[in-house]
């Protein structure tokens, strides 16, 4: 039996975008839905997802358990690195001053970048901490829910 590693792959990229839609993120795969989404009045939450381990066993998890606080972002949407490359690209035309990362997680309020947590912070780290920077930002751009 041969392995087929594109049906591979295409099961992972499916089962990473599943996880965050379940978990509550609008996905957005066009330049117009980033667009649409990240000019919308409030706090939105970007998440940059990817197929890396990092993404799978830190970010992601950290992403569906953060959101469970007093205070959070008004809108959670996900753009999905190496896979939705337009969207991906132009969603990080609205992260200025932060270099290409991923996984990454964007706040934005107002169309404007807030603050970032970039892959250094995640790869390395446990879920818990990823989620203390998560929630740290929305104590600090959110308001109550």
């Known amino acids: ?15 990473a975008r599943k996880e965050m839609v379940e978990a509550g993120y609008e996905e957005l795969r066009t330049p117009e839905e980033v667009d649409k989404a ?13 197929v890396c381990g ?32 337009e969207a991906t690209a132009r969603a ?7 270099p290409p990362s991923s996984p990454s997680f964007a706040l934005l309020k107002d169309g404007k970048i807030c603050t970032m947590i970039e892959r250094h912070e995640i790869e390395g780290h446990e879920p818990v901490e990823v989620i203390q920077k ?10 109550e829910v």
């Open 1 to 15: 039996m041969q392995f087929n590693f594109q049906f591979f792959m295409n099961d992972v990229v499916e089962q």
């Open 38 to 50: 990240l000019t919308r009045k409030g706090t939105t939450l970007v998440m940059v997802n990817s």
């Open 54 to 85: 990092c993404a799978g066993g830190i970010a992601r998890p950290a992403a569906a358990h953060a959101i469970h606080y007093d205070k959070r972002p008004d809108y959670l949407v996900t753009v999905f690195a190496g896979q939705d490359k």
């Open 92 to 98: 990080r035309e609205y992260f200025e001053g932060y």
């Open 134 to 143: 998560l929630q740290a930002a929305f104590e600090t751009y959110c308001d």
